[in-house]
């Protein structure tokens, strides 16, 4: 069975719908790339599955081991490359709690950069992940 549908909406723009549950994303060219960024970019959502896979996988892993990562964030950046036009690096910062241990932080990022998104991006992808811990 099929994970989603989409369609070209005109003007650099798709709409995909996930068959499951009927949300959808909207796409729109990023203004570099001669759209009007109002959306994100197909290499937006890229960049973002790769966080919230990350952090889909330490909520995985922090409940196993009881821990609540509730309301912990991050932030992604985007660097494309222009020959031939592609993702060239991603920078990943996430902010959890100071009150982690040090075994709790260190299967967490494991748990991390072991993603199913990290293990699947080309490895010409530079992976930047940073962890704070505030």
Request: contains cysteine; negative net charge.
């Given at each position: 069975m099929s994970t989603a549908t989409a369609r070209y909406?005109?003007?650099?723009?798709?709409?995909?719908?996930?068959?499951?549950?009927?949300?959808?994303?909207?796409?729109?060219?990023?203004?570099?790339?001669?759209?009007?960024g109002e959306a994100?970019?197909?290499?937006?959502?890229?960049?973002?599955?790769l966080g919230s896979c990350m952090m889909t996988i330490m909520g995985i892993v922090a409940?196993?081991?009881?821990?609540?990562?509730t309301g912990?964030?991050?932030?992604?950046?985007?660097?494309?490359?222009?020959?031939?036009?592609?993702i060239g690096q991603i920078d990943l910062t996430f902010r959890l709690p100071a009150t982690l241990s040090e075994k709790e932080r260190a299967s967490l990022e494991n748990a991390a950069r072991t993603c199913p998104v990290a293990l699947s991006l080309n490895?010409?992808?530079?992976?930047?992940?940073?962890f704070l811990y505030e």
């Open positions: 909406a005109g003007n650099l723009r798709t709409e995909a719908t996930h068959l499951a549950s009927g949300n959808t994303i909207l796409t729109d060219a990023p203004v570099d790339n001669h759209g009007r994100f970019s197909p290499t937006d959502l890229v960049c973002s599955a409940a196993r081991q009881d821990v609540d990562l912990v964030t991050w932030e992604v950046t985007k660097h494309m490359v222009a020959e031939p036009r592609r490895p010409e992808i530079r992976q930047e992940v940073r």
